[in-house]
Each structure stands twice: as structure tokens, then as C-alpha cells.
């Protein structure tokens, strides 16, 4: 082997020592962040509501056929609890037309309220979202063409922490009531959605800072 050629080789394994140095303490300390945001958003509880707000948001989710899938209907429900105990004034449903779906989810959540005795008068619905933060978005919209000011996000507890995040960052005056009835309650199902949770919640703080207001 020519002193050249050793002398390169060296000079490789010196760059991948200092590559590595680098990278491994960036990826212990990105492992340990996406950890603290998985646990936070495991653990994170609203709280029982007790103040009064203008509306309740309630977040899109499936529909089957025209017919809310069972996630849609406990967040329903827990809307109109809330609404029955004067804590929100009117409920906003949130959600466009899924694919398979009769409906828009916000049109079937509408007409599941309105059979269960809810007024359609303190009903609104928007109809073009699709993903958690366009519900927030279009339903703020709404609010404030209805002279809504101050707003409880309804949904399923693993999924608040995130939809919390996305309506600061939409200057919303918003608390979040979490769906007592979820239907994510075993193992089985809860550590999947929790799972999916932490990759849409990592994946919206980290692109947040490249996108559009």
C-alpha cells in the first residue's frame, strides 16, 4: 500500500469518526424528543369543562355509507352533552365527502344530531375539509362569519393534543373536551391511533415552520 493511499484511508475513517460523533447524539436526542411527544400526547387530559364557549368543533371522522362510523358518533354525542348543559351555544360538524362515504361527515354528524333532538338552527357544518387541521381552518371560518368567538375542540382524547397544537397556531380561542365514550378504550385499539398520532403530530411540527400560514 502506497503512503498516499494510507494516508487517504486514514483520512476516511477520521471523517466517518467525526460523522459519526454527530449524527449519534442528533439521533439520540431526536429519539428523545419524538418519546416526550408521544408521551404527552398519551397523557394528555383537558380537563372536565366547566367554562362556556360560543361553539363546539367537532372533528371529522369516518362515515359509513350515510351513517356516522362509531368514532363520529361518541364525538357527536359528547358535542350534545355539551350543548345540553349549556356549555357551547351552537356545534360546529367539520368534515368532507370520504371515500366510499354516502356523505359528507359533516352532513351525516348534522343529520345524527338533528334525529337525537338537537335543533338545526344551532347547527353549522362545513364540508370541504379533509385532514384534522383544514376542519379547524374551515370551521373557524365559519365561526367567524356567525360572530363565533371563542370555540370547544370535541374529539377523541389521543387526538386532542394535536388539534389543540393546530388551533393555536390558527389563533383560535379554543379548550379541547375529549369524548368520554371513545371508542379507542382496549389496547388493541387505542396504541395504534396512539401510534398514528405521534407520526402526524411529529410530521406537522416539523413541516409547520415550511409552509404557509
Request: proline fraction near 5%; avoid cysteine.
Amino acid at each position: 500500500m502506497t503512503g498516499a493511499k494510507a494516508a487517504e484511508m486514514a483520512s476516511r475513517r477520521i471523517r466517518r469518526r467525526w460523522v459519526v460523533r454527530i449524527l449519534f447524539p442528533v439521533m439520540i436526542l431526536a429519539a428523545g424528543w419524538v418519546g416526550a411527544q408521544a408521551w404527552m400526547i398519551w397523557t394528555y387530559d383537558p380537563g372536565h369543562k366547566t367554562a362556556p364557549s360560543d361553539a363546539a368543533i367537532v372533528l371529522g371522522a369516518a362515515v359509513w355509507g350515510s351513517e356516522p362510523s362509531p368514532v363520529l358518533r361518541e364525538r357527536i354525542h359528547h358535542a350534545v352533552d355539551l350543548y345540553r348543559q349549556r356549555l357551547v351555544r351552537k356545534i360546529i360538524f367539520t368534515g368532507g365527502k370520504g371515500k366510499g362515504a354516502g356523505m359528507a361527515e359533516s352532513e351525516a354528524a348534522e343529520r345524527y344530531a338533528v334525529a337525537i333532538g338537537v335543533p338545526k338552527s344551532d347547527l353549522l357544518t362545513e364540508s370541504k375539509s379533509v385532514i384534522t387541521e383544514e376542519n379547524l381552518r374551515f370551521a373557524l371560518e365559519l365561526g367567524k362569519t356567525r360572530g363565533l368567538r371563542s370555540y370547544t375542540i370535541v374529539s377523541d382524547p389521543l387526538h386532542l393534543k394535536r388539534s389543540m397544537r393546530m388551533a393555536a397556531d390558527l389563533g383560535m380561542e379554543a379548550d379541547a373536551s375529549a369524548a368520554s365514550t371513545t371508542v379507542y378504550r382496549s389496547w388493541r385499539t387505542k396504541v395504534p391511533f396512539w401510534l398514528r398520532e405521534v407520526f402526524f403530530h411529529v410530521g406537522y411540527v416539523i413541516t409547520k415552520p415550511f409552509r404557509g400560514p
